[in-house]
């Protein structure tokens, strides 16, 4: 069994900073591509930030500049700093992790979400 939960979330004003973290725990073998999603209400879910198992990392153009993905390969975490947050970038946060529970088995999991609430 393997579970990722977020954590982090919360309510700011706009130009605040939040910081999330999702960790992965369970029986695994090893972690690609982690990835840092969000929904907004009406929206598609769309990539945030994305980070590979050796830590080349991918940015929305909306969020770069503000926002820092990274992580912790020993504990299986991986974390979006998020700063001078603005009112678009509300939304449920959702982490996706490539999971290896074998050499050769892989599965994507997504964690439960964690809203971020900007207001101006």
């Known amino acids: 069994q393997v579970q990722v939960v977020e954590s982090g979330g919360g309510s700011v004003q706009a130009g605040g900073s939040l910081r999330l973290s999702c960790a992965a725990s369970?029986?695994?073998?090893?972690?690609?591509?982690m990835g840092w999603y969000r929904q907004a209400p009406g929206k598609q879910r769309e990539l945030v930030a994305g980070?590979?198992?050796?830590?080349?990392?991918n940015y929305a153009d909306s969020v770069k500049g503000r926002f820092t993905i990274s992580r912790d390969n020993a504990n299986n975490t991986v974390y979006l700093q998020m700063n001078s947050l603005k009112p678009e970038d509300t939304g449920v946060y959702y982490c996706?992790?490539?999971?290896?529970?074998?050499?050769?088995?892989?599965?994507?999991?997504w964690g439960q979400g964690t809203q971020v609430t900007v207001s101006s």
């Open positions: 996706n992790s490539q999971i290896f529970t074998d050499s050769t088995t892989r599965h994507d999991y």
């Open positions: 369970g029986s695994i073998f090893s972690i690609g591509y």
């Open positions: 980070i590979t198992g050796r830590g080349s990392t």
